[in-house]
């Protein structure tokens, strides 16, 4: 399984960014794809999940009500929709997948794509 991370970039606070996750080598539903995020000098924090057999989305507080993870099932492409940005935000996001929800949640996913870089300043 790969995973192809993309849509970083700079952006003011309160403005919006649309990660994108390219999911390739894998078949059937039985898989939960996430992002994680990590910031310098900080753990890693995870920002969002969807479990592909219900697309049902999963959010820890800091996020929740802002991002919006969502997915195209035609071209296995899992989306990150991250409005009203603060600084705080700003960080490598990763895109993990596993075939188990909780191991996606917790950051033990078997599989991680590349960072792509999140920066929200003024």
């Known amino acids: 399984l790969q995973l192809q991370a993309s849509g970083g970039g700079l952006v003011q606070p309160g403005g919006s960014l649309r990660l994108s996750c390219a999911v390739s080598g894998f078949t059937g539903n039985a898989y939960a794809v996430g992002w994680f995020r990590q910031a310098p000098g900080k753990e890693r924090e995870w920002v969002s999940a969807?479990?592909?057999?219900?697309?049902?989305?999963y959010y820890p507080d800091s996020v929740k009500g802002r991002f919006t993870i969502s997915r195209d099932a035609a071209s296995t492409t899992v989306f990150l929709q991250m409005d009203s940005l603060k600084v705080e935000d700003t960080a490598i996001y990763y895109c993990?997948?596993?075939?188990?929800?909780?191991?996606?949640?917790?950051?033990?996913?078997?599989?991680w794509g590349q960072g792509t870089q999140v920066t929200v300043s003024s």
């Open positions: 969807i479990d592909f057999l219900n697309d049902q989305p």
């Open positions: 993990i997948a596993d075939t188990g929800l909780w191991a996606v949640i917790t950051g033990a996913a078997q599989y």
